[in-house]
């Protein structure tokens, strides 16, 4: 007959090995716990995962800076992030097309390219090189140019001398001086005090950022330029990838393409309502010439560098996939 006591410790103990059995899924990333994005995670990705993972996120950029999570991820200090095709393109150019402003039509079009052929070998090298798995698509929204001064603009020529906030790499920095303006590096924890000081002149985000972020307290107006329907691709580390089940790997896969379905629907209905909402927090709504936008940012990305990275006839690809 087992001692209470030694059965109580054997229970105890095996409780404690699935305990430690379950993997714990780290993400950082740079947004808020409010964004749709951490809402979609919190509420619908950890919840579908419990049984064989925590899922543990830390919003805000507490863990890691922007920018820092793809690397972190590779080293094994972390193993999910909300990344971009601007942060992978610092370790693969290629990966700047899905970057580039006005080729993307709009979210059903970016989860129509994730999910195409033309993806694969992008998704492969990520994961052989950086041990970093493209896990699914989230939409971050159509970006607006968002700035703290009252000039009408119309088109980039009207953007010369502005010194406008973009995120801290390349491709982001070619993406601001394509749309005619000066590009600052800020990162995005900084973002809001840099406009509230005018360190810069505006930022370019879409209107649920400008909203979630509170930017709206610290700018003036909107430019509908639409210039970037922007993306993030929710990322996982190889190695806590390949230490799940063929069963919880199905699991967790259809946990994250659902979180984000989520999140994008949220989103988007987000977007629609707040160019009334925006204005109602004061800020002026313009309408400039898209036409000039789309041509010169269209026209600077195919003479860059970036698209000589670009594999044949991936543009081509790209536009077939719009409905
Ligand atoms: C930003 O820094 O402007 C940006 O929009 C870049 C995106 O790739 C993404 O990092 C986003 O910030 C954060 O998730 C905060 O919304």
């Given at each position: 007959m087992m001692g209470a006591a030694f059965a109580a410790a054997l229970t105890s103990v095996s409780a404690a090995s699935i305990a430690q059995d379950k993997l714990n899924l780290r993400l950082s990333s740079?947004?808020?716990?409010?964004d749709q994005r951490a809402v979609a995670l919190d509420t619908k990705f950890g919840p579908a995962i419990a049984d064989f993972a925590t899922f543990e996120p830390h919003w805000g950029g507490t863990l890691f800076k922007q920018g820092t999570e793809l690397e972190a991820i590779s080293r094994g200090n972390l193993e999910m992030s909300i990344s971009s095709a601007q942060e992978l393109a610092n370790f693969?150019?290629?990966?700047s097309v899905f970057s580039a402003?006005?080729?993307?039509?709009?979210a059903a079009h970016q989860v129509a390219v994730f999910n195409d052929p033309l993806m694969q070998p992008f998704k492969d090298k990520v994961e052989a090189?950086?041990?970093?798995?493209?896990?699914s698509i989230m939409y971050l929204g159509r970006r607006q140019v968002n700035l703290n001064s009252d000039k009408e603009i119309?088109?980039?020529?009207?953007?010369?001398?502005f010194k406008l906030r973009m995120p801290p790499s390349d491709a982001w920095q070619f993406l601001g001086k394509a749309l005619g303006a000066n590009p600052v590096p800020v990162p995005f924890a900084e973002l809001y005090t840099a406009l509230q000081t005018g360190a810069v002149d505006g930022q370019d985000n879409p209107l649920p950022t400008v909203m979630d972020a509170k930017f709206y307290e610290v700018t003036k107006q909107i430019v509908l330029t639409s210039h970037l329907v922007d993306l993030n691709y929710l990322t996982i580390s190889k190695k806590a990838w390949d230490s799940l089940s063929p069963e919880n790997q199905a699991k967790l896969q259809k946990a994250a393409d659902e979180a984000c379905e989520f999140g994008r629907q949220n989103q988007l209905a987000k977007e629609a309502e707040l160019v009334e909402g925006l204005k109602a927090k004061g800020l002026k709504i313009y309408e400039p010439d898209l036409a000039a936008f789309r041509d010169t940012v269209q026209k600077a990305y195919l003479g860059?560098?970036?698209?000589?990275?670009?594999?044949?006839g991936i543009v081509d690809k790209i536009n077939a996939l719009a409905k």
């Open positions: 740079v947004n808020s716990a409010t693969y150019p290629e990966f402003g006005y080729l993307h039509r709009d090189e950086l041990g970093v798995k493209l896990l119309k088109t980039p020529a009207d953007m010369a001398g860059s560098d970036f698209s000589k990275a670009w594999p044949e």
